[in-house]
């Protein structure tokens, strides 16, 4: 289901894409760190980078999270999409565009869109100081060096249960949806890239939700990236 964009979202999302770029234009060859996330349905995907940007973000360093709907908000607007290139010089461009024809091995009727997503989360995540989550953005940045990809995962009875509390459903029901989620989260990926994003190597760390609460995880990522002196 499309997420109702009302005009506020909108002008949000606006905002966003014009912070986003000033601050590539500022940023002049200076690579920060960003993060994508991963995760199963029904793992804690948004708290966990939530908590990241929470913590990340002092005084005037801000982290932004940029949900998978948001950057295909931006991705279907012209406008947003001009901005973002004109944001990058030439030779970025020209080598963006040659890396997602490499990576894009299959063209399917809305390959273009995909193009455009991969694109500017590709652009956006350059800037650093972002947490992307899904979008297959491990698969997009894997060869990024400013990226730390990270994807949660947890058993299907823990998962099953949280589905069903958080959608007052039951656990038959919740299981079809985890299921059916799953499938399109993975199919999506796969149908351009030909690759899994369930694939262990496209991650720098992998994390059992049902092992660890948000703060744990959290603190997990903070070590590990602090421990690739990313941070």
């Not at 804690?44 to 295909?72: C, H, Y």
Request: net charge positive.
């Amino acid at each position: 289901m499309k997420p109702i964009i009302t005009p506020k979202i909108d002008r949000s999302i606006a905002f966003q894409v014009r912070k986003i770029s000033g601050d590539i234009r500022k940023a002049k060859g200076k690579r920060k760190p960003a993060i994508t996330i991963s995760r199963e349905f029904g793992c804690q995907g948004f708290p966990l980078a939530n908590t990241i940007s929470a913590r990340l973000s002092s005084g005037k360093t801000e982290w932004s999270v940029l949900s998978s709907d948001m950057l295909k908000e931006i991705s279907e607007k012209n406008e947003y999409n001009r901005e973002l290139m004109e944001s990058v010089n030439e030779s970025y461009r020209s080598q963006l565009q040659q890396d997602l024809d490499v990576l894009i091995s299959k063209k399917p009727s809305d390959y273009t869109r995909f193009k455009i997503i991969a694109q500017n989360l590709k652009i956006i995540g350059d800037k650093g100081n972002t947490i992307i989550v899904g979008s297959g953005g491990a698969v997009v940045a894997q060869n990024q060096e400013n990226f730390f990809h990270v994807r949660v995962t947890g058993s299907l009875s823990f998962r099953v249960n949280r589905v069903a509390e958080l959608f007052n459903i039951t656990e038959v029901e919740a299981a079809n949806l985890v299921e059916e989620r799953n499938l399109l989260r993975r199919d999506f990926i796969y149908r351009f890239t030909n690759k899994d994003i369930a694939d262990p190597s496209f991650y720098h760390l992998i994390l059992r939700n049902d092992f660890f609460s948000v703060d744990e995880m959290a603190d997990i990522v903070l070590h590990a990236m602090k421990a690739r002196k990313m941070l």
